[in-house]
């Protein structure tokens, strides 16, 4: 794979100026979203209940919704670049291109990374005026958000591939996305849920992703970065090899 391609560059400009052109849509709205979700949990929660040790609710609850905007936002801008190639049908002159597979998913996912990270600096941007913060180990911070808006960009890729009409799609994002998301311990620590729905919680990838990257706010965390930059490691490589897998087969892709 070559990064410096022509073709590559094109694919990862068209992918990340498709989001830019409508950055109302794609990143002024999620911000705004966050920001509800900070006010009325932030109002409602501070001040009541404890996280982690010495840390306001308030703060605890802004590398969470942070983590989670980006997340979120790298999956909708691969997958639904990609549902919307195959309806409109021109996904086949990506197809065609002199691009290899990994550079084709290389370019999906790096635009997702861009926008997923962009929402995230402006959610940060807003909410950060609402608590104080500090920033123990900033190198987390980068590593999670990267590799989380990547892991969500290449799961966006495979369900675009996989999905057929757009109800599809939503399905895949409101029956795993979104709740594995929320349930990751963006609003809580989860070693305040019981012992089940504790051990549940250490089956979910995305909780790994957020608690990493809150680790490099507070110096705290439920498990080691360590730990959680392995899992997250792993499960990136695995997503990868099944994206370039479906684009080889060309599966759903090429009919």
């Not at 920001?35 to 009325?40: E, F, G, N, T």
């Amino acid at each position: 794979m070559n990064l410096f391609s022509i073709g590559f560059r094109t694919l990862f400009y068209k992918e990340s100026l498709r989001f830019w052109k409508v950055a109302t849509q794609t990143v002024a709205a999620p911000v705004v979203t966050a920001m509800l979700y900070l006010v009325i949990f932030g109002h409602v929660l501070d001040g009541r209940v404890e996280m982690l040790e010495g840390v306001a609710y308030t703060s605890f609850l802004i590398p969470g919704l942070v983590m989670m905007s980006v997340l979120q936002n790298a999956f909708a801008n691969s997958s639904s670049s990609l549902i919307q190639s195959k309806i409109s049908g021109n996904l086949v002159f990506i197809l065609l291109a002199p691009l290899s597979h990994a550079e084709i998913l290389a370019a999906y996912v790096g635009a997702a990374v861009l926008r997923g990270i962009a929402v995230g600096a402006g959610v940060f941007a807003i909410t950060a005026w609402f608590a104080h913060l500090t920033f123990v180990a900033p190198v987390w911070i980068v590593v999670f958000a990267i590799l989380g808006a990547a892991i969500l960009g290449t799961m966006g890729v495979i369900a675009g591939i996989w999905a057929e009409k757009f109800d599809q799609l939503a399905a895949f994002q409101n029956f795993l996305i979104m709740p594995a998301t929320f349930l990751a311990g963006v609003f809580y620590s989860v070693q305040k849920l019981p012992p089940f729905w504790l051990a549940v919680s250490h089956f979910n990838p995305f909780f790994y992703m957020i608690d990493g990257f809150r680790y490099g706010f507070f110096g705290q965390s439920d498990v080691s970065p360590w730990t959680s930059l392995a899992i997250v490691s792993v499960f990136f490589a695995v997503l990868t090899a099944m994206a370039i897998n479906l684009l080889k087969r060309g599966y759903k892709l090429r009919h």
